[in-house]
């Protein structure tokens, strides 16, 4: 019986992967790829949400120093016992809005500073893993969409040393492919 369960969790998964990828021109912003991650994550944003300050502007966040970048925030958060998040650079997601994809940047920071696990490939790679192992098992195109939205992003990133102008349409060509990371933006 948990096979046929299992079995059946994959070809929902398929399906809705395989509708994103065809149907995604005509999708509204407002529409999420996942109305139940986007659930999951306001669920678990509800139980924290004491811990966070939005800010217009990180003064922790230095590129060039990623390292110090991490100490900054865990002194901080174990000073003051909040995590500033920077509210920029929300729009065009795929949690179809701006509060969506704060409160997913909550969540990613929040294991951050708690595993003190840094900003390099390296760190965001045990973070994605450690939130993919949060959600449910049968979550697979979820777990997949979590993993585009921190991997797929950060390899983009190292390819053009500048950030997306369009997360939601990167994550829709890097389900077609992960050579998405090699199309630069324009």
Same mark, same amino acid.
């Given at each position: ?12 998964? #398929?399906?809705?992967?395989? +509708? ?11 529409? $999420?790829?996942? $109305? ?17 300050? #939005? ?5 922790? !966040? ?32 795929? +949690? ?7 409160? !997913?940047?909550?969540?990613?920071? +929040? ?7 840094? #900003? ?15 959600? $449910?098992?049968?979550?697979? !195109? ?13 390899? +983009? ?30």
């Amino acid at each position: 019986m948990d096979i046929l369960k299992d079995l059946d969790a994959v070809e929902q998964n #398929f399906h809705r992967r395989e +509708y994103l990828i065809s149907n995604f021109s005509r999708l509204k912003s407002s529409v $999420p790829f996942s $109305p139940r991650l986007n659930l999951w994550i306001e669920k678990w944003f509800k139980l924290h949400q004491s811990l966070f300050v #939005f800010t217009d502007k990180d003064d922790f !966040f230095d590129a060039k120093s990623i390292q110090e970048t991490l100490q900054l925030y865990v002194e901080h958060f174990n000073s003051t016992n909040t995590i500033l998040i920077w509210n920029g650079a929300s729009s065009d997601n795929i +949690y179809g809005s701006e509060k969506g994809n704060l409160m !997913f940047r909550c969540w990613h920071d +929040y294991i951050h500073i708690t595993h003190r696990s840094g #900003f390099s490939f390296a760190g965001e790679s045990i973070v994605a893993s450690i939130q993919c192992s949060m959600l $449910p098992s049968d979550w697979i !195109f979820e777990k997949e969409l979590v993993m585009i939205e921190i991997l797929g992003q950060n390899q +983009y990133y190292s390819v053009h040393k500048e950030f997306l102008k369009s997360q939601r349409q990167f994550t829709i060509e890097y389900l077609k492919s992960a050579k998405a990371i090699f199309t630069k933006q324009v």
